[in-house]
Structure formats: C-alpha cells, structure tokens
C-alpha cells in the first residue's frame, strides 16, 4: 500500500479541466528507471459529444509558454475550418482555395481546375497525413509522354498546397518537397514555317477574320492586347499602334484590364511604369487597320463580337479555329465528311496566335533590331542584357519599323529553299515518297500553277 501510494502521488495531479500538469513515472520500482518527462495540456471547448459531455481539443507543450503558444495555434486552425487529424486533400484543398488564393485573380481558375482535373481524382479522399511523396509521384508518372508546360503547372500546384499545410500545422512533414518530373513532351516554341506563314497570308486575304490575323502577324501583340484595341489607339501619322490595355478572361467574359508587362513589373519591381508601349505599323499593315477604323468612334473596339461588345473567350476561340481550318483547306488537306484529315495537311494544327508573336520576334531578330528594342516592343517585362525598364524612343521604333519593312518587302515566303522547313515527316525518304503529292496540291493551291512534284 505504501508503494502504490507513492506511486499515485508522482502520477498526474489535475489542475483544472483545460489545464494539466502530466508526469510520466515508471509505476513499477523494480524495473530500470526510465527517464521522467513533463508536459503542460490546455484544451478549449468546441462543442458537445452525444453524451451530452464537453467536447475538447487538446494541446500539449514542453512548457507554459508553449502549451499557451500551441491553445492559441489551435483555436486559430479551428476557426479557419482546419479539423486537423483526419482531413482529406479534398477537404483541405476547399479551405486552401478559400484562403491562400482568395486573391489570386485569374490564376484561381487554373488551380482549381487542376484540383478538379488532375489531383484530387488521384489523391482527394486520402487523409492529409496519409499521403507519401509516392503517392504524388506516381500521379505526376502518370503524364509522362504529355505536356511539359501542363505537368509543370500541375506539380506548382502540388507543391503550393502540400507547403500550405505545413505552414498551418495540418501535417508535419511535406510530401511534395522532392518531385521531379516524369519524361514529357517540350512545348514546342517556335515561329512558322516558311510554308505555314505562305499559307496563313494567302488565306488572310479572303477570310473574314483575315484583319484579326494580320494584326497578330504585322504587330506581335498579345490575343488580349488585339482585341483591345480602338481607333484611339492607332497612330497612323507616326505609324505607330499603343499598347495601353488588354482583356483579360475570367471563365468565358472577358474584361478590360492592364497589360501582361505592367502585372509582371509589379511582381518584381516597385515602378511608376504603366506597361504601355508601342509598337511599329509595317507598310503592309496600314491599309488593314484604315480600313478597320473606318466609320468607327475613337473609342470603339475594332474587335468586337457581333453586338459591339467585348468578344468572349469561347466566340475568340472560334474566330481562330475557323481561320486554321481554311488554312488547311488551302494547304491541300484531305478531307471526309466535312472533316479534316490534319496528317495530310502542310499547316501544322498546332499553330495557336501565339506562334504568330513568335514568328515577329524572329522577324525583328532577322531584321537586324536590336535585343533592348526587340524587348521594348515586345512587351517584355524584363530585359536580359539590364535590369532596368526602358521606354523605347520613336528614333528607334522608326529605325525598326525601316528595317522591317526592309525585311518583309519582295520577300517570296515559299520557294525551293523553304523544304528545310518543312515539318520532321517530310525529312526522310518515306515521308517525300508519301507526302511529295500533297506538297505539290500545296503548291497548286497557293500559287494556282501547274502541279509542282517533289523528288
């Protein structure tokens, strides 16, 4: 009895129902003494059980200070919806939405599509605490053979959401610190072909949304930035188009807002820049836009969907696939049913209006303009050769515009020496063997010649 007395007197002595001072003594003397350890416990009411009886959240630490630090933690996380222990990725994948991108703008709908899409399906109903890099890992193999661009994004997400959690206290150890990407497919980044460009000009002429596409071309503006665009905007004098505004999309509306560059010279810099620039009107762009700005108000779009109004995303996406189609129309495309066999088509299907701000880009580098300039006209929002932003000059846009339409004049897009051009199927000698017949319907249609047979 005096030994069980003693050994009742060590064990925990209650202070109150949310305050505890527990010790952890060996019951049995005759056993190797273990080594004594001491904790404080608060706890907070959050609550009834089904009994009728308090419900608890209990907290521990080394000492008061601790334990205090820990209640409050606690109640923070309980207030924000975190019901730590069992919650699933879904779960706290909705409160992380909720939380860290509130305010993430435009970028919210792509984290949550890739939620949506690609990560819950695989690991939603998992608990937080249960999920092991494998997991993640085996969810990003899973694309290999894809997109590097898409799988990327799909890993930042990963990393923002696993990083979060730990940053709340939801999990002590991060899953997502070390996931490397499985093989993928590069993104391709490049301007068009000399065939394709041939194509695109010649169907620019006749199709009705030949003007939107010959604006991408002849300026290498941004889709938004395009269709932005007023007659306000347009200097016909000096020859020149300001970039002040774009539309930006939030699901299918679009909206007015400021340009890529100045979002981006927020981010990284702390500058009164605007993001406006300008940029030169090539000789064979003119025409185009006078006729586009005719009859209009300084203020009207010269893009507009059919009511006046700002075009929508999925009517744009439209615009443009109604345009590749006839580009592979007139590249010679087989068709059945009304459907394009795209294998048999010159034009690359992958062909979006962002090769067309590739395929200028190259044009100044061709042209002989300067890095800085091509920065500045571009819209870039940081220049390689310095760390400053530099407003372009109308010497200098004069002097690029010069070399452009130097560039562009007399220029035959298509001749004979355009077949190193040609996509990697018509490098081999199987590939001219099958294809040699469609370059030469290529070549009919565009130059409405004689057949011209490829070797």
Same mark, same amino acid.
């Given at each position: 009895?005096?030994?069980?007395?003693?050994?009742?007197?060590?064990?925990?002595?209650?202070?109150?129902?949310?305050?505890?001072?527990?010790?952890?003594?060996?019951?049995?003397?005759?056993?190797?003494?273990?080594?004594?350890?001491?904790?404080?416990?608060?706890?907070?009411?959050?609550?009834?059980?089904?009994?009728?009886?308090?419900?608890? !959240?209990?907290?521990?630490?080394?000492?008061?200070?601790?334990?205090?630090?820990?209640?409050?933690?606690?109640?923070?996380?309980?207030?924000?919806?975190?019901?730590?222990?069992?919650?699933?990725?879904?779960?706290?994948?909705?409160?992380?939405?909720?939380?860290?991108?509130?305010?993430?703008?435009?970028?919210?709908?792509?984290?949550?599509? $890739?939620?949506?899409?690609?990560?819950?399906?695989?690991?939603?109903?998992?608990?937080?605490?249960?999920?092991?890099?494998?997991?993640?890992?085996?969810?990003?193999?899973?694309?290999?053979?894809?997109?590097?661009?898409?799988?990327?994004?799909?890993?930042?997400?990963?990393?923002?959401?696993?990083?979060?959690? !730990?940053?709340?206290?939801?999990?002590?150890?991060?899953?997502?610190?070390?996931?490397?990407?499985?093989?993928?497919?590069?993104?391709?980044?490049?301007?068009?072909?000399?065939? #394709?460009?041939?194509?695109?000009?010649?169907?620019?002429?006749?199709?009705?949304?030949?003007?939107?596409?010959?604006?991408?071309?002849?300026?290498?503006?941004?889709?938004?930035?395009?269709?932005?665009?007023?007659?306000?905007?347009?200097?016909?004098?000096? $020859?020149?188009?300001?970039?002040?505004?774009?539309?930006?999309?939030?699901?299918?509306?679009?909206?007015?807002?400021?340009?890529?560059?100045?979002?981006?010279?927020?981010?990284?810099?702390?500058?009164?820049?605007?993001?406006?620039? !300008?940029?030169?009107?090539?000789?064979?762009?003119?025409?185009?836009?006078?006729?586009?700005?005719?009859?209009?108000?300084?203020?009207?779009?010269?893009?507009?969907?059919?009511?006046?109004?700002?075009?929508?995303?999925?009517?744009?996406?439209?615009?443009?696939?109604?345009?590749?189609?006839?580009?592979?129309?007139?590249?010679?495309?087989?068709?059945?049913?009304?459907?394009?066999?795209?294998?048999?088509?010159?034009?690359?299907?992958?062909?979006?209006?962002?090769?067309?701000?590739?395929?200028?880009?190259?044009?100044?580098?061709?042209?002989?303009?300067?890095?800085?300039?091509?920065?500045?006209?571009?819209?870039?929002?940081?220049?390689?050769?310095?760390?400053?932003?530099?407003?372009?000059?109308?010497?200098?846009?004069?002097?690029?515009?010069?070399?452009?339409?130097?560039?562009?004049?007399?220029?035959?897009?298509?001749?004979? #020496?355009? !077949?190193?051009?040609?996509?990697?199927?018509?490098?081999?000698?199987?590939?001219?063997? $099958?294809?040699?017949?469609?370059?030469?319907?290529?070549?009919?249609?565009?130059?409405?010649?004689?057949?011209? #047979?490829?070797?």
């Amino acid at each position: 009895m005096q030994r069980q007395s003693r050994s009742m007197d060590k064990r925990a002595t209650n202070v109150n129902e949310d305050h505890q001072i527990v010790h952890d003594d060996p019951e049995n003397v005759n056993e190797k003494p273990k080594k004594k350890y001491e904790y404080e416990r608060r706890s907070f009411v959050i609550g009834k059980k089904p009994d009728g009886k308090p419900d608890r !959240v209990w907290v521990r630490g080394k000492t008061p200070e601790e334990a205090d630090e820990n209640l409050r933690e606690a109640k923070r996380r309980h207030g924000l919806g975190l019901n730590l222990g069992d919650m699933t990725v879904r779960e706290w994948s909705k409160i992380w939405m909720d939380v860290y991108k509130a305010n993430a703008g435009t970028q919210r709908a792509h984290y949550q599509s $890739k939620l949506d899409l690609d990560i819950l399906p695989a690991v939603g109903n998992m608990a937080m605490r249960d999920v092991r890099a494998s997991n993640l890992k085996r969810l990003l193999n899973s694309y290999e053979g894809g997109k590097k661009d898409t799988v990327s994004k799909i890993r930042v997400a990963i990393k923002q959401l696993f990083t979060d959690a !730990v940053e709340e206290g939801i999990i002590e150890r991060n899953p997502a610190t070390r996931l490397d990407l499985p093989e993928l497919e590069e993104r391709a980044r490049r301007p068009l072909t000399c065939i #394709e460009r041939e194509i695109l000009l010649q169907v620019a002429k006749e199709h009705p949304r030949g003007p939107y596409v010959m604006t991408l071309y002849g300026s290498g503006i941004r889709r938004g930035e395009c269709v932005a665009l007023t007659p306000a905007d347009i200097d016909f004098k000096k $020859k020149q188009i300001s970039i002040t505004k774009s539309i930006v999309y939030k699901g299918n509306a679009g909206v007015v807002s400021t340009t890529k560059a100045k979002k981006l010279r927020k981010k990284r810099v702390k500058s009164d820049d605007d993001g406006s620039r !300008v940029v030169p009107i090539p000789k064979f762009l003119i025409p185009i836009l006078a006729e586009l700005c005719e009859g209009k108000k300084p203020d009207d779009l010269l893009f507009p969907a059919d009511n006046g109004k700002i075009i929508n995303k999925a009517a744009l996406l439209r615009w443009w696939n109604s345009f590749k189609r006839a580009c592979h129309i007139k590249a010679g495309a087989k068709m059945y049913r009304q459907k394009i066999s795209y294998e048999t088509s010159m034009f690359n299907d992958e062909v979006t209006p962002h090769y067309l701000r590739h395929t200028y880009a190259t044009d100044l580098s061709a042209a002989g303009v300067d890095k800085d300039t091509r920065a500045a006209i571009l819209g870039h929002a940081r220049l390689e050769i310095t760390d400053h932003y530099t407003k372009i000059t109308d010497e200098l846009l004069t002097r690029a515009a010069k070399k452009l339409n130097k560039h562009y004049k007399g220029r035959g897009w298509c001749d004979l #020496e355009c !077949v190193d051009a040609l996509p990697l199927w018509f490098d081999d000698e199987d590939g001219r063997a $099958k294809y040699g017949d469609i370059f030469g319907t290529f070549l009919a249609h565009v130059f409405d010649s004689e057949r011209f #047979e490829v070797s």
